[in-house]
């Protein structure tokens, strides 16, 4: 489903402000862009509605009702126009609105639903199930030893991936120069090529005889690399990609998990104390 964006909402009514924009069958509006007409207070609505109106208009005008008398329906008894309180919560994709949330939606932006199985929420869960993996991976690695630096780092891992889901949540740009205190450059150059920085092999495969510790930085890794798969699903529209910020990140992200396996077999990682 295309998405409408805020630059192409300005573009398209620089020259006018209709009191109502219609949403084309088949397309949504993006966060911004929703945000930005209710700004200029613009209506939105569905262009199927407006096509269901249009219908109920030429069906009146056959059976000669009059405009006067179809406004009448919206008149209380006191002579005072009736005041319709507007829905809690809004389809995001089709714009129906919902006073009690159904239990297969979930919001994806403010009150804005959508269902679970949404690909942008299957995203933000795999997102949240990472996070979930540096911790125990930390409360792994501490049982093991004071890896003070170790530890450390995987909280530099945790604060960019919980930055990364407020972004996303918030419409945001992301942008971050360094992971585990390398910048892009530094991250390509050492994960290409670990036997020069390291003197460990390229793509040398895990093994039960690494350790517990190289363990859970490998399953991080790999869990990684699943959600960049998934965002690329979540983001994508008709073959164009949104979020190539967020995208790019996890690539990142893959590559610093691969240099932290390899400066652990290394002995990077002092032990200083145990238990």
């Not at 402000?17 to 966060?31: A, D, F, N």
């Not at 207070?41 to 179809?70: F, P, W």
């Amino acid at each position: 489903m295309k998405v409408i964006t805020e630059a192409l909402i300005r573009a398209e009514l620089k020259a006018t402000q209709p009191e109502v924009y219609y949403i084309p069958e088949g397309k949504i509006l993006s966060p911004a862009a929703r945000e930005y007409l209710q700004s200029m207070q613009i209506g939105i609505e569905l262009e199927k509605n407006r096509m269901v109106g249009e219908k109920e208009k030429r069906a009146d005008l056959a059976a000669g009702i009059s405009a006067d008398t179809r406004l009448s329906k919206d008149v209380d008894v006191t002579g005072g126009e009736k005041k319709s309180s507007p829905a809690k919560y809004t389809d995001y994709e089709t714009g129906a609105g919902y006073d009690v949330k159904p239990e297969h939606m979930t919001q994806i932006y403010a009150n804005m639903l959508v269902d679970k199985d949404h690909p942008r929420i299957k995203y933000r869960g795999k997102l949240d199930r990472l996070q979930a993996e540096v911790i125990n991976a930390q409360c792994v690695i501490k049982k093991e030893g004071a890896y003070t630096l170790l530890i450390d780092e995987l909280d530099n891992i945790l604060s960019i991936l919980r930055e990364m889901m407020r972004c996303e949540v918030m419409d945001e740009p992301f942008s971050n120069d360094t992971i585990i205190g390398l910048n892009h450059k530094e991250l390509r150059e050492r994960s290409h090529n670990p036997m020069k920085f390291y003197n460990i092999k390229q793509m040398l495969l895990p093994d039960y005889k690494m350790g517990i510790v190289h363990s859970a930085l490998n399953v991080i890794r790999t869990s990684i690399r699943e959600a960049e798969v998934i965002a690329v699903s979540a983001f994508k529209q008709n073959r164009k990609l949104e979020r190539t910020d967020i995208i790019e990140e996890l690539n990142r992200l893959s590559s610093a998990l691969h240099i932290m396996m390899c400066r652990y077999l290394a002995g990077e990682y002092s032990l200083t104390e145990k238990g």
